[in-house]
């Protein structure tokens, strides 16, 4: 099994500053079988990108998806309200996994 | 794009088994497999298993298998899933999810609680 490990476990922000979130994979996991969700309190996750940099329907620019191999990045170039959440990666190569998660709060 | 409606919240004792619903609509049922997704309280999200609307293939996550089984309605374009010999620890939302892999349509959730 694919073991992914989310850094850091817990970001806090304002609105406006940029985020960065790391995704670690145990083994290498293909580019093309790579996704980032948020998932806000009492909601279903909510996809924002898959294939490691293509923007899900609707997904605003401000957020991107990087990386390759083992090591994927998520980054929110601005923080707005709205986004303040919970973040988890997810590989969809082999037997998937997703990993724990990283909290995005206000600061 | 697809809309995934679930069925309702479920008390179980330990031991026992529950199935969950996940009424698909809005696309073509058999193009696409569902995914299925539990939550505990608190934790982080578990991929449980995948089923394919068209074939009836299915790939359970191992910590599962023998448990869960997952199979579709494709006339009632819902898809199900089956878990037994519930412990305390299998306390979650359940999600179903669409297409397979990449999850674009997720259900509602189905708050599945066990206890004795």
């Known amino acids: 099994e694919i073991l992914l490990t989310q850094s850091p476990g817990t970001l806090s922000l304002s609105p406006g500053d940029r985020a960065s979130l790391s995704c670690r994979a145990s083994?290498?996991?293909?580019?093309?079988?790579f996704a980032w969700y948020q998932q806000k309190p009492g909601q279903a996750p909510r996809l924002l990108i898959y294939?490691?940099?293509s923007r899900a329907t609707g997904i605003p620019d401000r957020f991107s998806g990087s990386g390759s191999g083992t090591d994927f990045t998520l980054t929110i170039s601005r923080l707005e309200p709205e986004d303040f959440a919970v973040y988890y990666c997810?590989?969809?190569?082999?037997?998937?996994?997703f990993g724990p998660g990283t909290k995005v709060d206000i600061k | 794009q697809g809309h995934l409606v679930q069925s309702g919240p479920e008390v179980k004792k330990p031991g026992a088994s529950v199935k969950v619903s996940c009424k698909a609509s809005?696309?073509?049922?058999?193009?696409?497999?569902i995914t299925w997704v539990r939550q505990a309280p608190g934790q982080g999200l578990e991929w449980m298993g995948w089923?394919?609307?068209?074939?009836?293939?299915?790939n359970y996550a191992q910590r599962l298998q023998g448990r869960v089984t997952m199979t579709t309605d494709t006339s009632a374009t819902t898809a199900y899933m089956e878990l037994r010999s519930l412990r305390s620890d299998d306390t979650a939302v359940y999600y179903c999810?669409?297409?397979?892999?990449?999850?674009?349509?997720w259900g509602q959730g189905t708050l599945v609680t066990v206890s004795s």
């Open positions: 089923i394919s609307a068209y074939s009836g293939d299915t």
């Open positions: 809005g696309y073509t049922f058999t193009n696409y497999g």
């Open positions: 997810h590989q969809y190569d082999v037997s998937p996994t």
């Open positions: 999810a669409s297409p397979s892999d990449i999850l674009e349509n």
């Open positions: 294939g490691a940099s």
């Open positions: 083994q290498s996991v293909s580019s093309n079988y």
